[in-house]
Each structure stands twice: as C-alpha cells, then as structure tokens.
C-alpha cells in the first residue's frame, strides 16, 4: 500500500481549510444551482421554454466554475496549485507528452462511457447542442466554457487542491477514492459513474506525470468527445 508521505509537500494544503471550501463549494454552489434550475424548470411565466433551458445551462455550468474559481483562489498562491504533486521525483514530463497521455485518457475514458452515454441522461447532451450552435457568438463562448474554463478549473480544485490535500492525510488509494467521489458529485458535465471514471483515472495521471495538464487535457477530450458522440446519434437517427 503507498503511503501519503511518498507525496507529502512541505507545503501541503491544510486538512480543515479544504473541509470548509468544500463546504461552501458542495452546498453554496450545488445546491445553489439544483434549486435554480429546478425553480426555473417549473415556472411558466418566466418566459420561453428556450429563455428558461438557457437560464438552467448557466447555473448548471456557470456555479460550478465561479465556485471552483472561489475555492482556487482561497489557497493563494496558485502556483503553488500547479506544482508537483511530489517535491521529489525521477518522472519527467514534458507538455507534450501530457497532451499525448491525457488526450489518450480522454479517447479511453470516452469508450468505457459510451453505455452511459447511450442512457441519455447526462450533461453530454447540452455540450452536444452547443456544439451543433457553436456558430453564434453564445454558443461558442458556452463551449468554451464547457471544455475549456470547466475543466482547467475543476481539475484545479479537485486534484490540484483536493486530492493532493487529501495525499497528506491519507494513503493514495483513499485519497483517489475520496477526491473521485468529491469530483463526482460536482462535475456537471456527465453523469455521475462518468464523473467516478475521470476522477480516478485523471487522480492517477496526476501521479504518473507529475501535472495537472494530462488530467486538464484528459477532461476536456472527454467532454468534447462526449458531446460529438451525442450529436451524431442525433443526426444518424
């Protein structure tokens, strides 16, 4: 079993700080954004059906980045999000072979998913219709949004600060466990056994590589992937 001194920092991030961002993340933002798309879902005075989906697509997508964000910025420095998730190694990696194994992750992560995906049910759906409207000045700004901003932003909060946090307390197998349910719960591009899959698998590119940019690159494919996948079954059929 690894132990969590192998990754432990000096400057680790400390357990009950990250107890209370998550607390504010999960229940200020989740919970924010549950409540108004669910209000917004069941007013019909609030205007079109259109105008009321797109109000529902902010807060879905938008809260959790504002939120990931609030959290980020609470463990100033950044840099210090972005360094090596151990002080010591022999891994190098280059930017270019982080591309090369999250873009892999990604292309895998999409295959294992496709059974989800096929339900339906997931956020995959959305980043598909803003795909097939990226021509508009909306629809592109919202699919930056979506495979871009979202995930730089969720892999910062939830491997760079989370699950680093958790390798100070905990043994690696728990702390990929724990961020990945965390990560899970948040992310709202997919469904939550999708979001279990990116967490360990991205968890485990952040060991292997020693960056947060696999998991980044990991992420976004993902989604972009995802969505492309949607919209084809949507015309083929």
């Not at 909060?157 to 946090?165: A, C, E, L, P, Y």
């Amino acid at each position: 079993m690894l132990q969590s001194r192998e990754y432990f920092h000096r400057d680790a991030f400390t357990l009950s700080k990250l107890i209370y961002c998550l607390a504010f993340l999960i229940f200020g933002v989740y919970y924010a954004s549950y409540v108004l798309i669910n209000y917004l879902s069941a007013r019909n005075n609030v205007g079109s059906l259109v105008a009321a989906l797109a109000y529902s697509r902010l807060a879905l997508f938008g809260f959790p980045l504002v939120g990931g964000l609030i959290v980020s910025l609470l463990y100033l420095p950044i840099k210090l999000v972005f360094s090596p998730v151990r002080a010591r190694t022999d891994v190098r990696s280059t930017r270019f072979s982080g591309v090369l194994y999250g873009a892999s992750v990604g292309l895998l992560l999409l295959v294992i998913s496709i059974p989800f995906l096929l339900r339906g049910d997931t956020g995959a759906t959305v980043v598909a219709e803003t795909i097939s409207h990226v021509t508009s000045l909306n629809g592109l700004a919202m699919l930056f949004v979506m495979i871009v901003a979202l995930p730089i932003v969720m892999e910062m909060t939830f491997r760079g600060i989370v699950f680093r946090t958790l390798l100070a307390h905990a043994d690696v197998p728990s702390a990929v466990v724990a961020s990945s349910l965390l990560f899970a719960f948040i992310w709202p591009t997919m469904g939550r056994p999708v979001g279990i899959l990116l967490g360990v698998f991205s968890a485990l590119l952040y060991l292997r590589t020693n960056s947060l940019l696999p998991s980044i690159v990991a992420n976004a494919v993902l989604s972009l992937l995802a969505g492309m996948f949607i919209l084809y079954r949507a015309f083929a059929h």
